[in-house]
Each structure stands twice: as C-alpha cells, then as structure tokens.
C-alpha cells in the first residue's frame, strides 16, 4: 500500500511540476506577443509620422510660399 501511495504523489508532484512548467511557458509566450505586437504598433506609428514629415516637405517643395 505505501508503495502505490508513494507512486501516486510523485505523479502528483510530477504533474504540478508539469503544469506549472506549462503556465510559465503560456505566460512567456504571452509576454512575447505582447512585446512584439507593441513594437509593431510603435514602428507603425513612427513610419505614420515619418510619411507626414515627408508629405510636408514635399508640400513645401511642390508649393512653396511666396
């Protein structure tokens, strides 16, 4: 009895370990998407900016002020 009892925690503790070996994977991969999806949205908005600065200059060059 002490045997199977001992077999049955450790695949309890095994399983613990597993899942929490799981949720941290889940978490980091989370964190990751979040990171990479901030980075696009800061690239997208400095390209935004850029292409207004440039239309600008464009506009200057194309109509300048007398």
Not at 34 to 49: F, G, H, N, W
Request: proline share 2%.
């Amino acid at each position: 009895m002490s045997i199977s009892y001992s077999l049955l925690t450790e695949e309890a503790r095994r399983k613990k370990q597993e899942g929490r070996r799981k949720n941290h994977q889940d978490i980091y991969l989370k964190s990751m998407s979040i990171s990479y999806s901030l980075l696009t949205e800061e690239a997208r908005r400095k390209k935004e900016k850029s292409s207004r600065y440039l239309s600008k200059i464009n506009e200057y060059f194309l109509f300048p002020l007398d």
